[in-house]
């Protein structure tokens, strides 16, 4: 099994904090017969080295396939078979099915035990198609293959989305239908990690139900009822803090950090890429929201997307205002980025829009940093200064030490104030890449106050 890394931007791969494992591959593992020897290449670390194999299995996002098709070249040229899944060959089954011998669409609990089968009996299809399954006997990822020195876990609790936002590929991926895993199940996966630190990869881990908010409930009281003592950090939608129970037992849980999808402060935005649950909780509550949160001893990252079709240079300018003036703890900006298999890739290809075309090498460039789009209201060069200039003005070394003061003081806990500077400062760093001199280094600044939390980096 391979995970490969871009060789296009290695900004990702600046931090060794901030790399994350291969949970995908985590999950095929645990779905591989027992009597498989598994061996995981993982280009987080090591670079790729051909190694003979019966069966190889890849995976990769928009950004890394190229390098998973030049890797894949390696085996097919020597007649090995390639399986090959993950989000970007489900989405453009097609282009991948010319690099590899097999492409599997899905989820890959529905389509890995059928492909080893059809392998022990020496007649794999081009083709496998994953369905929708319920969670509840879905195994436990194989943490014991990922690289020891990964600093931080990863672990589902639930797949699915019932919101159609227009940049995003969710809901064709993984349904929209909002499916849990077992509480028990997940709990007992997360006594088998051995990283004190942890990544709810849910994309939303309390869904927008009652029902789906008393599962993460659950899973919360039953970590501090098992006494697992670990901090972690999740992802959710702005109807994180409307709930003040859920922020109690997250809190006491662990949750240092809540990765909350802002995308802007304007109303007209949020319905042109049909975000709903941000125009339900208002515009003008965000703050209000975000502070709920923090008292509870929990910091807030927002993430943010330059030239939407609404943005003029005003707008842009206005945004960074907006951040810059919010009680928000972390940031992430980004320029929209259609990714394939979303609204926003097909409006943009149909418009001819699309300025990176050049496939499969041009892939590398969708990634959420680099302008593949022609803007519908600006200059792709204004846009790069904008960009350029909002990085020096959100990241630079002394705002980012303010904010790190801002959020000790909002929430009270050191531990979440450390994880929202470490996430600004891997931001600050991928910005950077190219110039090491710029590089905000945690052991740097934290080594001889806090050395407990000098590796905690969240993103």
Sequence with gaps: ??????????????????????????????????????????????????????????????????????????????????????????????????????????????????????????????????????MEDFPAARHDLFHKDYMIDSIQTTRGCPMQCEFCSVHYFNGRAYRTRPVEKVLDELETMQAERFFFVDDNIVG??????????????????????????????????????????????????????????????????????????????????????????????????????????????????????????????????????TNTYEQFKKEGRLTATNYPKDWEKYWGGEIVIKPKKLKAEELLNEQNHAVERMYNPRRLMQMMRKTLKSTKNAKAALWAFSANAHYNNMAYESEPSKHIKLETIFGGIAPDYKHQKPI
């Design 1 to 134: 099994m391979i995970n490969p890394r871009s060789r296009h931007r290695v900004g990702f791969l600046v931090d060794r904090e901030s790399k994350y494992p291969p949970l995908g591959l985590g999950i095929v593992a645990a779905l591989t017969p027992a009597d498989w020897e598994i061996r995981l290449i993982d280009e987080n670390f090591e670079d790729f080295a051909f190694e003979e194999a019966d069966l190889v299995g890849i995976t990769s996002f928009t950004s890394t396939i190229p390098r998973a098709y030049e890797i894949a070249a390696e085996y097919t040229s020597r007649k090995i078979p390639v399986v090959l899944g993950g989000i970007h060959a489900s989405m453009v089954p097609e282009e991948a099915g010319k690099y590899v011998d097999v492409v599997a669409t899905g989820e890959a609990e529905s389509t890995w035990p059928e492909i080893i089968s059809d392998f022990d009996k020496g007649r794999l299809k081009k083709r496998y198609t994953g369905t929708l399954m319920p």
């Design 208 to 341: 927008y139900s009652k029902k789906a908010r008393e599962h993460a409930k659950a899973i919360f009281r039953g970590m501090i009822d098992r006494g697992i003592k670990k901090d972690w950090f999740c992802q959710a939608s702005i109807n994180f803090g409307e709930d003040e129970e859920l922020l109690d037992l997250a809190s006491e849980a662990g949750c240092r950090l809540v990765l909350v999808g802002v995308e802007s402060e304007k109303t007209d935005a949020l319905q042109s890429m049909n975000k709903r649950t941000n125009l339900k909780a208002g515009v003008d509550n965000y703050q209000q929201i975000f502070s709920v949160i923090q008292q509870h001893g929990i910091s807030v990252l927002g993430t943010f997307i330059f030239a939407l079709d609404t943005d003029t240079m005003q707008d842009l300018r206005n945004r960074v205002d907006y951040i810059l003036n919010s009680n928000i703890d972390a940031v992430q900006v980004s320029v929209l980025t259609p990714f394939p298999g």
